[in-house]
């Protein structure tokens, strides 16, 4: 069921949404598969309700060797309203890795930010990189420190 008990759209059907069209994005920029490896954020900021006309879109806004991040914007426009703009309804951080016929990770394409707003985004990117790298090490050594 793809409605929550509020009468809103599952949030679950938003992600699935968001994923496969990041997942698109990531494939068409590093010419092939592309897995996802995390989903560093995903905001929901207004519900979209039952006939809502949703649009995702994606962009990639940093790459490393074999990785990439997409940044997706989901929007809803009511269904009976005209003249409205659309609302947005979710915003979302996902990485990928580029991955060959057996699935090892491949290299992908740099991305080149061309105007103030792509480099923007390149540079939050590479802070949501750092923290996540830094979160990971904090939490392999707490585990590696509690098993001893």
């Known amino acids: ?39 560093d954020e995903l905001t929901f900021l207004e519900p979209v ?19 990439l991040e997409v940044g997706v914007r989901v929007v ?14 979710c915003t979302a951080y996902l990485v990928f890795v580029a991955v060959d016929e057996q699935g090892r990770p491949r290299s992908v394409p740099p991305v080149i930010p061309e105007t103030p707003e792509d480099r923007r985004r390149f540079h939050e990117a590479e802070i949501r990189r750092k923290h996540r790298l830094a979160r990971r090490a904090a939490i392999l050594a707490l585990r590696a420190e509690s098993s001893e």
């Open 1 to 39: 069921m793809d409605v929550n008990l509020l009468g809103t759209v599952h949030g679950g059907v938003i992600m699935k949404m968001v994923d496969d069209v990041a997942g698109a994005v990531a494939a068409r920029h590093s010419g092939g598969p592309a897995v996802t490896a995390a989903v």
């Open 76 to 89: 809803a426009e009511r269904w009976n309203q005209t003249g409205v703009p659309p609302t947005r309804v």
């Open 49 to 67: 309700r039952v006939g809502d006309l949703v649009h995702a879109h994606a962009q990639v806004n940093w790459t490393g060797r074999t990785s």
